[in-house]
């Protein structure tokens, strides 16, 4: 039998003036972000220990300036990181105001780790943060974003909980397993604050701060060199801080505007098998909107969660609601992901809601992120980034790969293919698909490499699950995706 391949050509990004650039580092330098910010200055506060209140103060001192990257081997993939002085790439100063810092208290830090009941060492980690966090909601000097600057104490201890704990996973769990999350806990109680949060673990503003090694192996952290980690962290500050976009997918001439779906469902907290469901809704612009669905259905045992027709109809019917309130018009085109396959009456709900609104254009695709089919390359590295086959109707597709442009395969292990199935409604082909696919792999301000494996719509799934699970009962969700990441 005969496969169709071929290899996709790594997806554009546009930035400010219209400038496209395959290089999220390079677009920024060259042209900016795509929305420029409405202020010169953002103003970050930071809450952590008083060293690592101190140690993100210094690291905003030597960042300004600029930091040499490891370019001797691999000049594209570890660039110098520019600074932010005049012309820098987010076009904007990021300051940190004397008042809009909080530190915790050493006898805190240590009650806190010599607790030994995991869940509540985590809670009252939680509390001190939101304590000092609410600090700098009230005064004066509110910031437009914050850093949780963990300490190395708080970080051993909070990761013992999530990983020590006697926990359980389900395949359908886009929040991970039940084990206590202490980001997901975070995010959940800072939702009502005036600002978002970035959770910086004290080795990427210290070179001198020493992670324990089991928590290094577990969290599979191949910490970046300094240059990298300011990219990364200054992207995501920028996006939080302003609101505004750093890039986008690059649109095509003629191409639609789309609203695309990501479909999750999530363990709420202590439910033990109570599935909830979530929608990722993003624009063509790249905006991030969160809505939180009903109690989700299971099958025998309380697995494999699905959404009745009704259910699906009236979550889709809200994505559309959402998008056309911010876009005064209904999108042209909807493409839904998920990581489950569509159940003919999930399927039946979402096609309801789609019909109800005369939308024509519509794919439905589930997105399987196992798959036993593997590919060779001759030589020494992995298979190119972008290559794609078409398994008689369904794609498969590597995100992760070797990367021409960096010279090298930026990672640690064997990539993994996705493997994209088109229900039986889809419109287009599953080689355009495939394509639109690979280019919502690079919609992610948290990282500025190339090297991302999920689209944008089912990666934001596992950090808004992590959050919705903690949210309380009466407790207003927030749709902002900068309050998820």
Known sequence: MAFESRIFDEPELEFGEQHHSLDPRLGLVEAG??????????????????RTVESAQKYFSRVATGIKG???????????FPGLGNSNPFRCRFEIPEAATAALSQ????????????????????????ELLQTLDDSGERPDVAVVALPVALIERVWSAKVDSKSTTEKEDSSGSDAPNFRGMLKARTMGMNFPIQIVWEDVIDEKAAI???????????????????????TTLYYKGSGRIPWRRMPRDGEYA?????????????????????????????????LKGKRAQTESRGRHPYMTEDDAYELTKQVLAAYKNHHKQYPARVIVLKTSRFRDEEADGILCALDKVSNELRDLVWVQESYSVKILRDGNYPVLRGTFVNLAGKG???????????????????????????????????????EEVFSLTKINWNSTQMNQRLPIPIRAARKVGEVLKYMKDGQTVSTDYRRYI
């Open 212 to 234: 324990p090694r089991k928590v290094k192996e577990s969290k599979d952290r191949d910490i970046q060199d300094e240059a990298d980690r300011s990219w990364n962290l200054l």
């Open 70 to 80: 490891k370019t001797e081997k691999h000049p594209n993939l570890h660039p110098d």
């Open 33 to 50: 972000p795509l929305q420029p910010p409405l202020g010169e200055v953002i103003r970050v506060g930071v809450v952590g220990s008083t």
């Open 258 to 290: 789309a609203c695309y779906i990501g479909i999750s469902f999530y363990r709420e907290a202590g439910g033990q098998q109570l599935f909830t469901s979530a929608a990722q809704m993003f624009d063509e612009r790249g905006r991030g909107f969160i």
């Open 107 to 130: 006898s805190r830090i240590d009650k806190i780790v010599k607790e030994p009941h995991h869940e509540k060492a985590v809670e009252m980690a939680v509390d001190e943060i939101c």
């Open 396 to 434: 498969l597709l590597y995100t992760n790969g070797s990367i021409p442009y960096y010279g090298t395969y930026p990672g640690q292990y064997d990539p993994r293919p996705l493997l994209l199935c088109p229900h039986k409604s889809c419109d287009s082909t599953i080689v355009q698909i495939a």
